[in-house]
């Protein structure tokens, strides 16, 4: 029995859904090329200034290690010849003494014969080891300069300054309300930076002096009067002492908002990105007009 034909009506068109399919792997690559070039060109939000200053500090700093490095290992090589400097000069003084005694009378050397060729082994033997200090002398003192010959060629020239560390608000950045005020911490030292003017203000920061000081107190004071004041202290390598006794005298005995931000390196400090944020107060009185806050 012959089968039915099946009519035009029952096919089924694919070409639809494979336009449909190659247009979405196609906005897929587009989507995929865009997040590639996107992400090579991220920057961190840092300029190419300011990415080209920090490889300069990274560098300078691996010259800095390298230069350590060398200074340790020329003044092992120093001590190094200055020892076998003296074992040869030892050396040397007890040749001089076998010599002596082998240069005496006839008799004394029939007498003591055997202590004669004895000492004259000796003495070839320290004429041996006299030969290979000398050897190893020439050897270091050649080591020697060329460590200081690679030091010189590593040294950072005296006119070239570190460069400047830029001072980034962290997170989502800060209120318009806010008036920040810094504080730098340093080795066994203070300084607030314009908080009255275009001078900083340094003092000690042992706690006797951080208590006492009348303006570091005036600076408090007014800086607690403001409810949206923050004093920022940027601490350097060594100020983690100093920061302990600053923040910690204007946190807990006036009460001020504080915050803290580590400082790499030793270049000047640029402020430039906290500008509408700084905040100003009055100079200091006389010391004897400015009323001092027992510590807590």
């Known amino acids: 029995m012959a089968k039915r034909r099946h009519g035009a009506k029952d096919e089924i068109l694919l070409v639809p859904f494979l336009d449909i399919l190659c247009s979405l792997i196609g906005v897929l690559v587009l989507i995929i090329v865009v997040l590639c070039v996107s992400q090579t060109q991220q920057t961190e939000g840092r300029t190419p200034e300011e990415i080209q200053m920090a490889q300069e500090h990274k560098r300078m700093k691996q010259e800095l290690v390298e230069r350590e490095k060398l200074d340790v290992v020329l ?8 020892k076998l400097q003296a074992e040869m000069e030892d050396k040397e003084q007890r040749y001089l003494r076998f010599r002596k005694l082998l240069d005496s009378s006839k008799e004394l050397k029939e007498q003591n014969q055997l202590i004669a060729k004895k000492l004259q082994k000796e003495l070839d033997d320290l004429l041996t080891e006299i ?23 590593r040294q950072i020239p005296a006119d070239k300054k ?14 318009d309300t806010t008036k920040v005020y810094f504080v730098e911490c340093a080795t066994g030292a203070l300084k607030v930076l314009g908080a009255w003017g275009a001078e900083d203000y340094r003092l000690s920061a042992t706690a006797e002096v951080v208590v006492a000081d009348a303006a570091y107190n005036h600076f408090l004071t007014e800086v607690a009067k403001d409810k949206n004041a ?16 600053g923040a910690g005298r204007a946190e807990s005995d006036y009460k001020v908002r504080v915050g803290k931000l580590p400082i790499p390196g030793r270049g000047v400090l640029d402020l430039a990105l906290f500008e509408k944020y700084r905040g100003k107060i009055p100079p200091p009185p006389a010391a004897s007009a400015v009323p001092v806050k027992p510590a807590a």
């Not at 003044?75 to 200055?82: G, I, V």
């Not at 923050?230 to 983690?240: F, N, S």
């Open 230 to 245: 923050l004093i920022l202290y940027l601490i350097r390598d060594d100020g983690q002492g100093a920061f302990n006794n």
């Open 162 to 175: 570190a460069p400047p560390v830029i001072v980034q608000p962290s997170g989502s950045g800060l209120p």
């Open 131 to 153: 030969d290979g200090l000398k050897k190893q002398q020439d050897e270091s003192k050649k080591s020697i300069a060329e460590l200081t010959e690679e030091i010189k060629k």
């Open 75 to 82: 003044k092992e090589k120093l001590a190094e010849l200055k």
